[in-house]
Structure formats: C-alpha cells, structure tokens
C-alpha cells in the first residue's frame, strides 16, 4: 500500500471517518454507463439527470486529478427531535455538508489540509458531490448498493458520503464482507408511496416525495402524487425505514448542533407562521435545497399535510394561509378550503 495512502487512511480514521478508500481515476469509467442507464430505463428521468451530468466530467475541469478519495460519515448516532421524526428525512436533519458548526464538517477541513500538507492538490465540492460518490465508494469496496439505491456499509444507508480529488497516484481498496439483498425482498418497492422505486436498483425522481418536497414539486397544487406523501413535509424515508439491512443501525443518542433549537420552529404547527428573516438566517441555510426565497415551498408542503391528514384544528391555519403574500400557499390554502367546505 502507499505510504501517503497509509497515512490519510489512518488520519480519517482518527478524525471519525467510518472507512476511507482511494482508487485511480480510471475506475470511475464504468460510471457513465450505468449514469445513461437509468435515462434508458425512465426516459421521462432525463431532465433530471441532465444536471448531474457534471459529475462524468470531472476530468475535464480537473485534468491534474490522478486519484479519489472517497470517504464514509455514518450519522447514524444522532437523536432525531421527535417533533420532526417522520416529516423531515433524517439525512436532511443531520447534513453536515455546510454547516460549519459541526464535528464533521470541521474534520473534512482538517482532512483535506492534512491531504495538502502531504504535497497534494486537492478539489472537492462539499455541498453537491465532485464525482459520482456512490460509484466511487463501490468501487473502492467500502460497500454495496442496495435494491432501494442506496449505499450501505455496516452501518446501514444512514451515512454520507464524500469525495476529494489528488493529484497523486495512489490506490487502497478494501473487500466488502456485506452480503448482498435477497433477490425476493421488495419492501422498500412496496412500501415507497409515490412508486418511484419502480423496480430494483432503479427509480423514477421525478416521482419521489423527497424530489417532490425539495427542490421539485414547484406546482404542488397540481402534483397527482401529492395526495401520496403521507406524513413527509421535507424528504422522506420511507424506502430506508423498512429496510431490513438497516435494521438495528440506528443509534440516535448524541444532540445534532443546533437542531433542537430548529425543533419547534420547522414542524407543522409552525412551518405556516415562519418570519421569512428567520427563515433565511437560521431555516435555509440548513435546508438549502430550497432556496431564500422559497419559504412559501415549506408553507404549501405543510398545507398538502394538513389537506391529506385533515382535522378540525387545521382550519384556522388553512383559512388564515389564504390571506397569504405567497401566490402558491394562497392558492393552496384556497383550494384546500373549497374542498372542505371551509368558510
């Protein structure tokens, strides 16, 4: 093995990395072919997939790039604030990619400042990925991709992954010991709302709840699916919660920085009444797959949960959102009280 691979092997370890493996760029080649198989399998995915379409071309905007280093943060460990369990994805909840309050986001700092003192050039993007990281990880034996496309290690799916590119050869792969899923377990299949998990190893995005809460859905009103979403106001579980490869991985004790503070502000009864500052001081930063000006995106999320859990307690919430200065929470406040009658 390397000798610098050695070291940042053991330096990950010792900032709390779960695993760490490095492969040459060239092992990222099959990646293109299984990135145009899934626009081959759904089609209607295309527009989708266009904008991850940057991560096959990585070698283009880093021509120096020789080697990745694919690392795994499981969070596995973290208390989910029961206000938010269920509505809001744990992965949401526990994001350490930009928030600079965390343990982890700090060691990756430390991770690649270490990488450079070894001499290195290094390149990542924290936020959304600099290279297709599930394949890198695959490759690199950390784990395995399971039916609901999610990558697993010994700590479940609960884990993200994150990716740097070096400017030096350097290669350390270990061997998986994960068995793979039982051809004949469909669960999370079964269990996904929407059908967007259509078949094994595949999906539809455009029809996930956590696509359709995010950063999609933009015409909730008129979204078919939306009836479907269940209990979900920001992401959803669901495909993982059932799993049983994750059955008992969850730990959940340690407090997630600044969570509980967040814990009564983003939660149904609440998510209607945000003061937009408040919002982008101390909501979007967080949740950044909507954007500063997206607060109304949360609001129509929480009508479409209160329209398909309706109770009598909802009404004054709902009638009031009519008088709302966001267009769509208006007209979803409006419709929501035409099918129910509300006065």
């Known amino acids: 093995m390397d000798k610098k691979a050695q070291l940042i092997h053991k330096k990950a370890l010792e900032l709390g990395y779960e695993k760490c493996g490095i492969i040459p760029v060239e092992m990222m080649s099959g990646y293109e072919e299984k990135f145009h198989e899934r626009t081959q399998k759904i089609p209607g995915s295309q527009p989708f997939y266009q ?4 991560l096959l071309k990585f070698k283009e905007e880093y021509p120096w790039a020789k080697s990745i280093v694919i690392l795994v943060k499981p969070y596995s460990k973290y208390e989910v604030p029961e206000s938010l369990n269920g509505h809001i994805a744990k992965h949401y909840l526990m994001d350490t990619r930009v928030n600079e309050s965390t343990t982890e986001f700090q060691n990756s700092i430390l991770l690649e400042q270490y990488m450079q003192e070894l001499g290195m050039r290094t390149a990542v993007n924290r936020k959304f990925g600099i290279v297709g990281v599930r394949w890198a990880a695959l490759q690199a034996g950390l784990g395995i991709i399971r039916r609901n496309n999610f990558f697993y290690t010994e700590s479940g799916s609960w ?21 793979p899923c039982p051809p004949n377990c469909d669960r999370c299949m079964k269990a996904c709302p929407t059908q967007s998990l259509c078949e094994a190893y595949a999906m539809n995005p455009l029809k996930c709840v956590s696509f359709l809460t995010t950063f999609g859905g933009r015409d909730l009103l008129n979204e078919p699916l939306a009836a479907e979403f269940g209990d979900w106001i920001y992401g959803c579980d669901i495909c993982q919660d059932v799993c049983p490869m994750n059955h008992g991985t969850w730990g959940g ?14 939660t149904i009864e609440n998510i209607l009444n945000i003061d937009e ?23 129509v999320n929480v009508l479409n949960y209160m329209n398909n859990h309706f109770d009598q307690t909802y009404i004054s919430a ?26």
């Not at 004790?253 to 983003?266: G, S």
């Not at 919002?279 to 607060?295: H, M, N, S, V, W």
């Open 51 to 54: 904008g991850q379409e940057r």
């Open 159 to 179: 884990i993200g992954l994150e990716a740097f590119l070096v400017d030096c050869e350097m290669e350390l792969i270990e061997e998986t010991k994960l068995k």
């Open 253 to 266: 004790t340690e407090k997630f920085p600044k969570l509980e503070e967040l814990a009564d502000v983003v």
């Open 277 to 299: 500052e408040i919002y982008k001081e101390k909501i979007q930063p967080k949740f950044f797959y909507l954007a500063p000006d997206e607060l109304w995106k949360w609001q």
């Open 318 to 343: 709902i009638s009031e959102a009519r008088n709302s200065k966001y267009p769509k929470v208006k007209e979803m406040a409006a419709a929501i009280c035409l099918k129910r009658e509300i006065s």
